[in-house]
């Protein structure tokens, strides 16, 4: 994969997350709305970020779609807690393939990208995994 099909990839990503935060706002309980808006406003710039990283990588940033197929109902504050997670697992992959294919300043703030989705996906989850962005293996 390239750089630029990872930060393709990366802002794919942060749409998706941006859309999902939405949903997680609207359901999540009052005790953790203000996390929930801190995570919107994180993938906000993050994709803002990406989308110029497309344009200095001589790419065209690609555009976020109307709607996004969530990966279960959600219709409760504790759906919500899952999806965010599940979100910012996702978000993680991303910015593992980045880590991948960049180099210098990209990997680094890729990196940083990674542990921050890692860090709010503990939150979210209660727990964390061995490789955040990495897939499980059975």
Known sequence: MSALEAVQAV???EHAAV???GVVGARVGAAR???AAAGLAAHRALRDAAARAVRDLGGEPGVS???YALPFPVADADAAVRLAAVLEDRVAGAYADL???ASGAARRDAAAAL???AVRAVRWRGGGVAFPGLAERP
């Open 33 to 35: 709305r203000e996390e």
């Open 19 to 21: 859309y999902g935060y």
């Open 115 to 117: 542990r921050e989705a």
């Open 11 to 13: 802002l794919a990503a």
């Open 65 to 67: 779609a109307p709607a």
């Open 99 to 101: 880590v991948r294919a």
